[in-house]
């Protein structure tokens, strides 16, 4: 069973990658759900998770089979997007291509190929000891007005601000990743016009 810092961590972890969502949406060409599309590739962030004591969520892209049709291409395509996102200075847990067969009304069947990205952090990476503590010392003397959500489950300022600080974290963990798997389908494009 999850503790309670899991639970509200979660939370507020979920409400970053919301706010992501909708930012993206707003950027780029919605689509339905958690999804949107760049450049004709459609990208999706999912909700995050608690496994043993971390927080998990993914980003993930289609592979644009307009352009990259045999399943040689695919694998390919795949492993480039994989060299360039292992780069990262927080590489993902997981990196896999998967294939999702969609069948609408049972009439017709869609296939598609997926580069799936997986991120773990433990719940200490999200918030920062130091950053609280001297915001905390700031709003008491005075010296810095930040507003505070009230979070009826928190008593504490240190807690609540705590919780803002995971939300903000997750959303920043979560545009860093994205872009990056943006940046990554647009260099393997680009070399393979080249």
């Known amino acids: 069973m999850p503790s309670l810092k899991g639970i509200l961590f979660t939370q507020y972890a979920s409400e970053g990658l919301n706010s992501l969502v909708e930012e993206m949406q707003a950027k780029y060409k919605p689509k339905k759900g958690r999804r949107f599309n760049n450049n004709n590739i459609t990208y999706e962030i999912g909700r995050p998770s608690l496994k043993d004591n971390c927080l998990e969520f993914e980003v993930s892209s289609k592979i644009p089979q307009d352009e990259v049709q045999t399943p040689k291409e695919m694998k390919h395509y795949f492993a480039e997007i994989k060299k360039i996102v292992s780069q990262e200075k927080k590489k993902p847990e997981s990196i896999e291509m998967e294939n999702i067969v969609w069948d609408s009304k049972k009439e017709t069947e869609k296939e598609r190929d997926y ?15 130091k950053e609280i503590l001297k915001q905390y010392q700031e709003i008491q003397s005075g010296t810095q007005k930040r507003e505070v959500p009230d979070i009826p489950s928190v008593f504490t300022l240190q807690g609540k601000l705590v919780l803002q600080h995971v939300r903000e974290t997750v959303l920043n963990l979560g545009r860093e990743h994205i872009n990056n798997l943006m940046n990554a389908n647009k260099k393997v494009r680009e070399k393979a016009i080249a």
Request: aromatic residues 20%; charged residues 35%.
């Open 115 to 129: 580069v799936k990205l997986i991120y773990k952090y433990s719940l200490e990476e999200l918030y920062n000891d």
